[in-house]
Every structure is written in structure tokens, then in C-alpha cells.
């Protein structure tokens, strides 16, 4: 599980009239590490937003602009910021209205602290992804991407061939992967690759939604079905009517709602809340994953035969650890979009750093392999890049035991080998190794005598 992000270059504003939830709940971003901003309501906010901002968290009710309002001008003039909507006497019908027109979460006071730290990461993971990805959709060589999907490998070719194949046809797809490879483009890629190009792709994150929520989410709701529904609700199935419904984080979807959603699956059909007559639905169901399904099934997490309904074609994206031919690739564009972002000058790369990068295990995919980089030009100062200048985690060796009856590792082999790696990685620069390691030169060598490797 990858660490919380609470960088505090995320800027988070928070809009909220009432004094003390709002410096109670500011005092819990600030401690975990965020930027905040605040402001008392709407207008405030509006009137003094800040460009850089990564997500906003509001209150449904507020005078002059309320959270609905201000909702539709964020995503007007800040599509890319991310919106979380707090209210102290929801509703559902208020909380489904609030999704579909785009807020990331729809959160009731009291606030948990876990819980909306949790909505806020999963908030900033999602607009990193969608970030990263979009700096991927450049005009590269021929051969080294598909519908904006970038990769000359042949695990990657492999998956653009089933792109291929299955966007023709309404067979259900489902995308495995790692948190960062890019899941929702190979399903937007599908969408767009096939006969339903012209009709709505949705994608809808069940992680994100409360669970008294999903059902009438997915499958709608008639007027007076409950408490609050005071009008009709479609639902994503018939949002998404003719066209494609990616249900992103398949894994999170509740067992009691896994029945339902397979009935529907098996019957073209959705029954909204508030009514026993179904409705026919023409939807391509793409579902999406980084958990392990089958280990849920047989947890009992997750339902087998929703498994097997969902698994009829299946595209395994690999890790970039998994296809590393890829990384020149996406080294030099990442760099090249890093440089023109910032206004840099134009950055070379050592061989020593791509050297470097294939042996490394990239746990982050694109987003640490970018991260890394950024870092890389901002603190190295050099024109040209190498791996003498990346931290000390590229450089771990594993502990390894020789044999079984071995408890101790070999602290003087570890450390030549140490050594040794970081004089190749610097082409033989003592000075360069010696920073790597994080000694002095004149302890670097000492060390190459004490092993007889002298000069």
C-alpha cells in the first residue's frame, strides 16, 4: 500500500461559514501536511481563488454562493480542480446530484477526520493520475503509442492488440493494473476505438461513494422512492445509454450491490429504486481493478460469479518494472514536458541514469518515475542528468543470505558492493560515488584500499 500523500504542495481551500468547523477542520489538513487556504462562503471563494489549487472542500449550505453553485463554476473555469461537498443534513438524493455533477465525494457533518483524509487522498491520487497522464498524449514516433496510450514494449503491444480486437464488440472488459498504468485510458481508448465513439463514456469510481449511495447511483431512482427524492434520478446505466460505463475500483463494490449489478449484466436491465418495473439498458460495461479478484472471491469478498461475467476479455496492464524498454521512451518525453512546464532549459540524460532507472523497481509506475525526475532538474542544477545525482533508494542493495544455516549478512561484501555499484553507475567519478554514497571522497578511498582497489 503506497504512503499517504500529504505533500504540502497540495493546495487544498476549504469554504466554510462556520468559524469553528472551519478552523477545526483546517487544523486537521495543516497537521497532515497540506497547504490550506479558507474562505467564509462562495463568493469568498470565488473571488479569491487561487489558480494552483488541487482540491477544494465546501459546504453544501452557505449564503451568497452555496457549495452547489460554486461546484459549477469550479469545474467551468477549473476542470482539473477536484471538489469534495460537506453537508450537516443530506440527503440522497442531494449526494447522488452532487456526484454526477462532479464532486469527488459528498462527505455529512461531523466530519470523520479518517474519512475525509482518506477522500482527499484518493481525491489528489486521481487528479495526479489524470495529470501525468495527459503529459503522455504528445505526438510521439509511430509505434510507440496507441490512441495516446505511449509504450513500444511488447507487453504494452499485446494489450493495444486486445484494444484492437475487443472495442468492436459489447463484450464486458477487465482492466487489471497497478495504481498508475493507466487503467481509465485503455478504457477510454476502447470506448473511442469502437462503434460507441460518438455516445457518453462514464466512469464511475465505486470507492468513492458512500454505500447507502450506490444503488440509486447506478441504477437511479423514481420520484418519492424515499425520504428527500423529490424528482426522478436516471442513474450512470441510462446516463451512459448507447455508449460506455467504466466502473473504476470494481474490488470496492459491496457484495449486496454484486448480485444486483450481475442481474442487470446477465439481463440488460436496471430496476431503479421505488419501482419493481425494469428498464432495458444498452451499455458497454468496462470494469477496472488494481486488486486481486481472484483472491477476493476466495476471501468471499467478491462474488465468483460476477467474477467470471466480468473476466470475459482481460487486459493485464503491466508494471513499469515489467516493461522497462519503455523508459528511454517515457524519460525523455517526461523530461522534455518537465523543462517546457517550468520554462527550463532543455535537459540532457546520462546513459548512467537510464542504466540506473532499468534496474530499479518503480513500486510508483509513471507517477514516481515523473516525480523523480522533476526533483532531478529543480535540485541537480546540471544539464545533463545522471545517476550520481538520484538518492540513495536506487542505489539499496537487498539483503540476501548465501544459505540457510546463514543468519548474518556480510557487512564488508555488502559494502564493496555498494561501493562498486556506485563507482559503475558514475563511470569510475570518485567524487560523484562518494556523494551517492553519502561519504566523503577521503573516506571512499580509504575504503577502495582497505579492499585493494587502489588506483
Same mark, same amino acid.
Given at each position: 500500500?503506497?504512503?499517504?500523500?500529504?505533500?504540502?504542495?497540495?493546495?487544498?481551500?476549504?469554504?466554510?461559514?462556520?468559524?469553528?468547523?472551519?478552523?477545526?477542520?483546517?487544523?486537521?489538513?495543516?497537521?497532515?501536511?497540506?497547504?490550506?487556504?479558507? =474562505?467564509?462562503?462562495?463568493?469568498?471563494?470565488?473571488?479569491?481563488?487561487?489558480?494552483? =489549487?488541487?482540491?477544494?472542500?465546501?459546504?453544501?449550505?452557505?449564503?451568497?454562493?452555496?457549495?452547489?453553485?460554486?461546484?459549477?463554476?469550479?469545474?467551468?473555469?477549473? &476542470?482539473?480542480?477536484?471538489?469534495?461537498?460537506?453537508?450537516?443534513?443530506?440527503?440522497? &438524493?442531494?449526494?447522488?446530484?452532487?456526484?454526477?455533477?462532479?464532486?469527488?465525494?459528498?462527505?455529512?457533518?461531523?466530519?470523520? &477526520?479518517?474519512?475525509?483524509?482518506?477522500?482527499?487522498? +484518493?481525491?489528489?491520487?486521481?487528479?495526479?493520475?489524470?495529470?501525468?497522464?495527459?503529459?503522455? !498524449?504528445?505526438?510521439?514516433?509511430?509505434?510507440?503509442?496507441?490512441?495516446?496510450?505511449?509504450?513500444?514494449?511488447?507487453?504494452?503491444?499485446?494489450?493495444?492488440?486486445?484494444?484492437?480486437?475487443?472495442?468492436?464488440?459489447?463484450?464486458?472488459?477487465?482492466?487489471?493494473?497497478?495504481?498508475?498504468?493507466?487503467?481509465?485510458?485503455?478504457?477510454?481508448?476502447?470506448?473511442?476505438?469502437?462503434?460507441?465513439?460518438?455516445?457518453?463514456?462514464? @466512469?464511475?469510481?465505486?470507492?468513492?461513494?458512500?454505500?447507502?449511495?450506490?444503488?440509486?447511483?447506478?441504477?437511479?431512482?423514481?420520484?418519492?422512492?424515499?425520504?428527500?427524492?423529490?424528482?426522478?434520478? +436516471?442513474?450512470?446505466? !441510462?446516463?451512459? @445509454?448507447?455508449?460506455?460505463?467504466?466502473?473504476?475500483?470494481?474490488?470496492?463494490?459491496?457484495?449486496?450491490?454484486?448480485?444486483?449489478?450481475?442481474?442487470?449484466?446477465?439481463?440488460?436491465?436496471?430496476?431503479?429504486?421505488?419501482?419493481?418495473?425494469?428498464?432495458?439498458?444498452?451499455? !458497454?460495461?468496462?470494469?477496472?481493478?488494481?486488486?486481486?479478484?481472484?483472491?477476493?472471491?476466495?476471501?468471499?469478498?467478491?462474488?465468483?460469479?460476477?467474477?467470471? !461475467?466480468?473476466?470475459?476479455?482481460?487486459?493485464?496492464?503491466?508494471?513499469?518494472?515489467?516493461?522497462?524498454?519503455?523508459?528511454?521512451?517515457?524519460?525523455?518525453?517526461?523530461?522534455?514536458?518537465?523543462?517546457?512546464?517550468?520554462?527550463?532549459?532543455?535537459?540532457?540524460?546520462?546513459?548512467?541514469?537510464?542504466? =540506473?532507472?532499468?534496474?530499479?523497481?518503480?513500486?510508483?509506475?509513471?507517477?514516481?518515475?515523473?516525480?523523480?525526475?522533476?526533483?532531478?532538474?529543480?535540485?541537480?542544477? +546540471?544539464?545533463?542528468?545522471?545517476?550520481?545525482?538520484?538518492?540513495?533508494?536506487?542505489?539499496?542493495?537487498?539483503?540476501?543470505?548465501?544459505?540457510?544455516?546463514?543468519?548474518?549478512?556480510?557487512?564488508?561484501?555488502?559494502?564493496?558492493?555498494?561501493?562498486?555499484?556506485?563507482?559503475?553507475?558514475?563511470?569510475?567519478?570518485?567524487?560523484? =560515488?562518494?556523494?551517492?554514497?553519502?561519504?566523503?571522497?577521503?573516506?571512499?578511498?580509504?575504503?577502495?584500499?582497505?579492499?585493494?582497489?587502489?588506483?
Amino acid at each position: 500500500m503506497s504512503e499517504p500523500m500529504t505533500d504540502a504542495s497540495f493546495h487544498i481551500l476549504l469554504v466554510e461559514d462556520d468559524l469553528s468547523v472551519r478552523e477545526a477542520v483546517a487544523r486537521t489538513l495543516r497537521d497532515d501536511g497540506y497547504l490550506v487556504q479558507t =474562505a467564509s462562503d462562495g463568493q469568498e471563494a470565488i473571488d479569491a481563488f487561487p489558480k494552483d =489549487a488541487d482540491l477544494v472542500i465546501a459546504d453544501l449550505m452557505m449564503p451568497r454562493v452555496d457549495g452547489r453553485s460554486l461546484l459549477r463554476w469550479i469545474i467551468r473555469n477549473h &476542470p482539473e480542480t477536484k471538489v469534495i461537498l460537506m453537508t450537516g443534513f443530506g440527503t440522497i &438524493p442531494q449526494a447522488v446530484d452532487a456526484i454526477k455533477a462532479g464532486a469527488t465525494a459528498y462527505l455529512t457533518k461531523p466530519l470523520d &477526520p479518517e474519512e475525509l483524509l482518506l477522500h482527499i487522498q +484518493k481525491a489528489l491520487e486521481d487528479k495526479r493520475l489524470r495529470q501525468e497522464l495527459s503529459h503522455l !498524449r504528445g505526438q510521439l514516433r509511430e509505434g510507440w503509442h496507441y490512441r495516446h496510450i505511449i509504450g513500444r514494449s511488447t507487453s504494452m503491444r499485446k494489450v493495444f492488440f486486445v484494444i484492437e480486437r475487443a472495442a468492436a464488440v459489447k463484450t464486458t472488459v477487465l482492466i487489471t493494473g497497478d495504481s498508475g498504468t493507466g487503467k481509465e485510458m485503455v478504457a477510454r481508448a476502447l470506448h473511442e476505438a469502437g462503434p460507441r465513439k460518438a455516445s457518453p463514456f462514464l @466512469a464511475l469510481n465505486c470507492g468513492a461513494i458512500p454505500e447507502n449511495l450506490i444503488e440509486s447511483t447506478l441504477f437511479g431512482h423514481e420520484r418519492g422512492a424515499f425520504t428527500g427524492a423529490d424528482r426522478i434520478a +436516471k442513474g450512470y446505466f !441510462r446516463d451512459a @445509454a448507447g455508449g460506455t460505463l467504466l466502473l473504476d475500483e470494481i474490488g470496492e463494490l459491496p457484495l449486496g450491490l454484486q448480485s444486483k449489478l450481475l442481474r442487470v449484466l446477465e439481463d440488460g436491465e436496471v430496476t431503479p429504486i421505488g419501482t419493481t418495473a425494469p428498464t432495458k439498458v444498452d451499455v !458497454r460495461i468496462i470494469a477496472a481493478t488494481n486488486r486481486d479478484l481472484e483472491g477476493e472471491v476466495k476471501n468471499g469478498d467478491f462474488r465468483q460469479d460476477l467474477f467470471f !461475467r466480468l473476466n470475459i476479455v482481460r487486459i493485464d496492464l503491466p508494471s513499469l518494472r515489467d516493461r522497462p524498454e519503455d523508459i528511454p521512451l517515457l524519460t525523455r518525453y517526461l523530461l522534455d514536458e518537465i523543462c517546457r512546464t517550468n520554462a527550463f532549459e532543455s535537459r540532457e540524460i546520462d546513459p548512467s541514469l537510464l542504466a =540506473a532507472f532499468e534496474k530499479y523497481d518503480w513500486p510508483g509506475n509513471i507517477r514516481e518515475l515523473k516525480n523523480t525526475l522533476e526533483s532531478l532538474v529543480i535540485l541537480s542544477g +546540471k544539464h545533463t542528468l545522471a545517476a550520481g545525482d538520484l538518492p540513495a533508494k536506487f542505489f539499496t542493495l537487498p539483503v540476501l543470505s548465501e544459505g540457510p544455516e546463514e543468519s548474518e549478512v556480510n557487512l564488508e561484501k555488502l559494502s564493496k558492493q555498494a561501493i562498486l555499484k556506485a563507482l559503475e553507475s558514475c563511470r569510475g567519478n570518485r567524487t560523484e =560515488a562518494a556523494k551517492q554514497l553519502g561519504i566523503s571522497r577521503r573516506t571512499l578511498h580509504r575504503r577502495l584500499n582497505d579492499f585493494g582497489l587502489r588506483e
